[in-house]
């Protein structure tokens, strides 16, 4: 595996050996020793989460306040433009997001540590999702900034206007939102 490191510290690319010949292809999605070795990252996985989703479909930007997750994210079928906003007051990056686009082809994932909040937009005509995480799903402790905060400017390449979750439409602006300290 190959690990890219992104422009807000300790958010990884990650780009699995991809083993192809005439009759497709493999690849080892996720090895916990390999993973832990390649990044310097123990940690474990509770829960897989997996979403479909259309064309301008914007999911995020989400988080969990308290059983913070981690997040390891790949794309199996179309392509996403996925975003990680560093939440941490104390981090030297705090308020500051990366971008990486995701897909079945070019087979990248991204991980996004605890402390930061999550989304992203569906650039092709549909994408599966699936992420693995590190703390059990909460829905008293879910929270989530609005995708289109002016002091965040996150350049999402929209093809019109996104189609939003009525959560996704009731997000909080950073300055606002209950943060990590």
């Known amino acids: ?20 010949d005439e009759r497709g292809l493999f690849y080892e999605s996720y ?4 993973f832990a070795t ?4 123990k940690t474990r996985f509770v829960q897989d989460n997996h979403s479909r989703s259309a064309k301008n479909v914007l999911r995020g930007l989400h ?5 913070p997750q981690g997040k390891l994210i790949r794309v199996t079928a179309g392509e996403v433009f996925d ?28 991980w996004v540590p605890p402390g930061f909040a999550h989304g992203f937009l569906v650039i092709s005509d549909s994408a599966e999702v699936l992420y693995k ?10 929270r989530c900034i ?14 019109g206007e996104p189609t ?17 300290p």
């Open 1 to 20: 595996m190959n690990v890219v490191k992104c422009d807000l510290q300790d958010v990884l690319i990650l780009e699995p050996k991809v083993f192809g």
């Open 31 to 34: 090895n916990e020793r390999d």
């Open 38 to 41: 390649e990044t310097d990252i």
């Open 63 to 67: 988080y969990q306040i308290k059983q």
């Open 83 to 110: 975003v990680a906003v560093d939440i941490r007051r104390s981090s030297p990056t705090f308020g500051k997001w990366t971008t990486a686009r995701l897909s079945g082809e070019n087979r990248r994932m991204l």
């Open 133 to 142: 995480t590190t703390e059990y799903w909460a829905a008293q402790y879910e």
């Open 146 to 159: 609005v995708w289109n905060d002016p002091d965040l400017n996150v350049p999402w390449p929209l093809d």
């Open 164 to 180: 939003l979750s009525q959560k996704d439409r009731a997000g909080l602006p950073l300055k606002e939102a209950e943060l990590f």
